[in-house]
Nanobody, 132 residues
């Protein structure tokens, strides 16, 4: 059973930056790069939507792929530190519409995409608020 813990949320002015972290634990024999990790967000009154994911790579960096929702392309960057079992979401040029609770999730699939149903383990979320 994996555990995921998000951190790094907060209040930022429009145009600012935040870096979210997702620390993953509970592995038996694998490490974080044996799972695809996705970031999702949910704004008040809206459905939870996929933001970005990084594929599983099984220890081979050449197999890593990433994907982003159109709304964040060019502004958000996902990355992974295998030694720390942590996945990051660097968020730049933030907009008020980025305000949401951000969740990370782990999937046993190599490239699960941005569909919620493809993910097996979820964190509790971290609040991101973009406001002047």
């Amino acid at each position: 059973q994996l555990q995921l813990v998000e951190s790094g949320g907060g209040l930022v002015q429009p145009g600012g930056s935040l870096r979210l972290s997702c620390e993953v634990s509970g592995f038996t024999v694998a490490t974080v790069d044996y799972y695809a990790i996705g970031w999702f967000r949910q704004a008040p009154g809206k459905e939870r939507e996929g933001v970005s994911f990084i594929s599983a790579s099984g220890g081979n960096p050449s197999l890593v792929t990433t994907n982003y929702a159109d709304s964040v392309k060019g502004r958000f960057t996902i990355s992974r530190d295998n030694a720390k079992n942590t996945v990051y979401l660097q968020m730049d040029s933030l907009k008020p519409e980025d305000t949401a609770v951000y969740y990370c999730a782990a999937s046993r699939l190599v490239r699960p995409g941005l569909k919620r149903k493809e993910y097996d383990y979820w964190g509790q979320g971290t609040q991101v608020t973009i406001s002047s």
